[in-house]
Nanobody
Framework: EVQVVESGGGSVQTGGSLRLSCAVT????????VAWFRQAPGKEREGVAS??????SLYSASAKGRFTLSRGDKFTWYLQMNDLTPEDTAEYFC????????????????????WGQGTHVTVSS
């Protein structure tokens, strides 16, 4: 059974930092791709960052230069978020899928099969 579990959300002031964690278990044979999405009230879910097992990454325009998605141990990924603004306030979701090693990083909701429950990030001015 595949499980995706997020942690690390919270409240910070503008300019602060947070690190979100995502634990993905249950994939056995194929290469993994992990991504973070976020959804603010009244808005669509948007991709923020994606990372493949081969180390290829992709960031949204709003995340580039401020967020870094990295892999820790075999089952854990981290999203380091710096220089946060109130526009970053949202529910953040980790998503994952398994596939061939050449699968590129992607930020589409439909590109991922397994999702976590979300963790909330609030940035106050």
């Amino acid at each position: 059974e595949v499980q995706v579990v997020e942690s690390g959300g919270g409240s910070v002031q503008t300019g602060g930092s947070l690190r979100l964690s995502c634990a993905v278990t249950g994939y056995i044979w194929m290469s993994r791709r992990v991504a973070w999405f976020r959804q603010a009230p009244g808005k669509e879910r948007e991709g923020v960052a994606s990372l493949t097992d081969t180390g290829s990454s992709l960031y949204s325009a709003s995340a580039k230069g401020r967020f870094t998605l990295s892999r820790g141990d075999k089952f854990t990924w981290y999203l380091q978020m710096n220089d946060l603004t109130p526009e970053d306030t949202a529910e953040y979701f980790c998503a994952a899928n398994q596939g061939p090693s050449y699968q590129p990083p992607k930020l589409g909701v439909d590109d991922y099969d397994d999702w976590g429950q979300g963790t909330h990030v609030t940035v106050s001015s």
